[in-house]
């Protein structure tokens, strides 16, 4: 199967001080690309309206969502066995990414790799900022401009590494019956948790924040106790021998500086590798 690279340098999903150095982040990943095999995504200049909505910036993420989605389409016009790997920005980008496996894909899991559960609705979150309610959304419930046509089903998805989770999240996690592994999960244990979902195929979604901190500096929410790179590259290893990658994305890099970008690109490197080796 072949991969294409989608760089989408979004910054409005974010509720971070640093949401602007997403921008940067999302670049300095690019330039490692292969540039005939990348696409950029144009982002609005403008922060956007609410709308009256509750989701902070509505109409930038409305405009980003229906680009992404385009070009996500004319790719699988063009090789319906071809996937992409999204490269963020902050984790709204995932909205489109997952909404366009969702609509080609009929027995898809979707591995939330992230240290937050992205599970908040408009009105149970503390910032309005739509990079906590992506995953939310994808589940069907939140604002019904950005909801996908079809619904990512509760029993196929798996979090992974999620570790800081709010009491509105983690009662929906509760009552929706939501697989969440820990940090140190095994890679026999995600299998089984894909398994059981009865997918064949699965989407992997990585927030940089899920890694350790000591793995990674150049995120805007680190959160202690996470997974290290070795393991996360075992976990995604696993995945991919034993169901059929059907997308990906990388979000939330957002450095400091000149020198968080060069401490964390190798792990960022190791990571884009383990998810396309074998890709042409």
């Known amino acids: 199967m072949t991969v294409t690279f989608m760089v989408v340098p979004q910054w409005q999903g974010s509720g ?7 921008v940067e982040g999302a670049r300095s990943i690019q330039t490692d690309l292969p540039t005939s095999r990348t696409r950029a995504i144009e982002i609005p200049l403008e922060a956007g309206d609410d709308q009256g909505s509750g989701v902070a910036r ?3 993420l409305q405009i980003v969502r229906d680009n992404q989605l385009h070009e996500l389409r004319q790719i699988s016009s063009v090789d319906p066995d071809a996937w992409a790997l999204t490269i963020g920005g902050d984790c709204a980008v995932e909205l489109a990414a997952v909404t366009h496996v969702l609509s080609v894909e009929a027995d898809v899991a979707v591995l939330w790799f992230d240290a937050h559960g992205d599970l908040h609705t408009p009105e149970t979150s503390p910032s309005g900022a739509f990079h906590g309610m992506v995953v939310r959304t994808l589940l069907g419930e939140g604002n019904p401009t950005l909801l996908p046509e079809t619904a990512l089903p509760p029993d196929r998805l798996v979090m992974v590494g999620t570790r800081a989770l709010d009491d509105a999240e983690a009662a929906f996690v509760d009552s929706a019956g939501i697989t969440v592994l820990p940090p140190d999960a095994s890679p026999q244990s995600l299998l089984d948790a894909v398994a059981a979902s009865g ?6 979604h990585i927030d940089l924040d899920v890694l350790d901190p000591a793995e990674i500096s150049g995120v805007g929410f680190p959160e202690p106790f996470g997974i290290t790179a070795v393991a996360l590259v075992e976990l995604i290893t696993a995945a ?16 400091a500086d000149a020198g968080q970008i060069l401490d964390d690109q190798p792990t960022i490197l190791r990571l884009i590798g383990a998810l396309t080796r074998d890709a042409s």
């Open 16 to 22: 971070s001080s640093r949401a602007m150095r997403l």
């Open 58 to 60: 509505l109409s930038s």
């Open 199 to 204: 997918a064949t195929s699965v989407y992997i």
């Open 240 to 255: 991919k021998q034993r169901f059929r990658l059907v997308g990906a994305g990388i979000t939330e890099f957002a450095p």
